[in-house]
């Protein structure tokens, strides 16, 4: 069975920083890439960044272009998210997913096969 395990998230004062990470079963020939999604209390969840497994090309909504790192490890089939300058904003539940398929959409949650329970961020002021 597939599963996507996220922990990383928590409590963080405005300007801050933290580190997600999204720890994959899929085996890396199965997975075409990999992303972030986030929802907001009371908002439709949202792309945040995505990542293509094979060269590492990553791809990010325009809200976090500059602050926001997404970045994988091969070896222990493992996705980062490094959000740094945090806003109150970004204060979200964030769930990982990843796609089995080549897309050229990567922003669409439709295209994501398997998620993560998600995990939720909280920026303080």
């Known amino acids: 069975q597939v599963q996507l395990v996220e922990p990383g998230g928590g409590l963080v004062q405005v300007g801050g920083f933290l580190r997600l990470s999204c720890a994959a079963s899929v085996r890396t020939s199965s997975r075409y890439a990999m992303g972030w999604f986030r929802q907001a209390p009371g908002k439709e969840r949202e792309f945040v960044a995505a990542?293509?497994?094979?060269?590492?090309?990553?791809y990010y909504t325009n809200s976090v272009k500059v602050r926001f790192t997404i970045s994988r490890d091969n070896a222990k089939n493992t996705v980062f998210l490094q959000m740094n300058s945090l806003k109150p904003e970004d204060t979200a539940d964030y769930y990982c997913?990843?796609?089995?398929?080549?897309?050229?959409?990567?922003?669409?949650?439709?295209?994501?096969?398997?998620w993560g329970q998600g995990t939720q961020v909280i920026v303080s002021s």
């Open positions: 997913a990843a796609t089995i398929h080549y897309t050229n959409y990567l922003q669409a949650e439709s295209e994501y096969v398997y």
């Open positions: 990542i293509r497994w094979s060269d590492g090309r990553p």
